[in-house]
């Protein structure tokens, strides 16, 4: 299998072709090799349009899903990041990329384990794994510039929203199945925020 080949053709036929332009986006997809954060039976996978399994009942977002929430989200190197569920690390590391640190949260220790052997095989010394339920958030290390909840929620808790920064993005999907709604919210003022839907996917 050319790996680099299969990178390439990920990037132009899945996730170009989802509105996702911008160049540095783009760049950072051939930075971080997604296949390293694959468990290695499905390591043949790493660049399929699919949901990966990753343990744990748990599955990787499609590649253009994570491509394009890091589109969406516009981090910048001065921003403090929040990820509820680390999973593989995958999106940890390419958000630790763009941003002054990353703490991310994971409820399944042998997850967390996971994604944390991950990132350090990435050398990503600027994301933090830590252990327990961020359902509500995680208000020791608040606020947040940029807030993502990789895993879907019926309804989006305020707690999430109050432990942004004033000019906070948050990324979250919203709703039950059939009908979640990937949704943008971003803090206007302390106490204040506008949300934009992005589009509608599903996932777990």
Not at 23 to 51: G, I, K, T
Not at 56 to 82: C, F, H, N, Y
Not at 170 to 199: I, K, Q, Y
């Amino acid at each position: 299998m050319n790996l680099e080949q299969a990178r390439t053709n990920m990037v132009e036929q899945q996730i170009r072709t989802w509105e996702v332009l911008d160049q540095d986006v783009l760049d950072l997809l051939y930075v971080v090799p997604r296949e390293e954060f694959v468990p290695e039976r499905h390591r043949a996978l790493a660049f399929s349009e699919m949901e990966i399994p990753i343990g744990e009942g748990e599955r990787m977002w499609q590649p253009k899903m994570e491509a394009r929430v890091l589109q969406e989200l516009s981090i910048k190197k001065t921003d403090r990041v929040l990820e509820v569920g680390t999973g593989s690390g995958y999106l940890a590391a390419l958000m630790s990329h763009r941003a002054s640190h990353v703490c991310s949260i994971e409820i399944k220790p042998a997850l967390a384990q996971f994604g944390r052997a991950n990132l350090a095989r990435h050398g990503a010394d600027n994301v933090t794994v830590e252990i327990g339920d961020a359902a509500h958030g995680w208000p020791g290390h608040a606020p947040y510039d940029v807030i993502v909840l990789t895993g879907s929620t019926p309804l989006l808790p305020r707690d999430f929203v109050e432990q942004l920064a004033p000019g906070g993005r948050l990324f979250a999907v919203v709703g039950e199945p059939p009908v979640m709604t990937a949704r943008l919210v971003m803090a206007t003022l302390p106490g204040a925020w506008r949300s934009t839907d992005l589009f509608e996917t599903v996932i777990a």
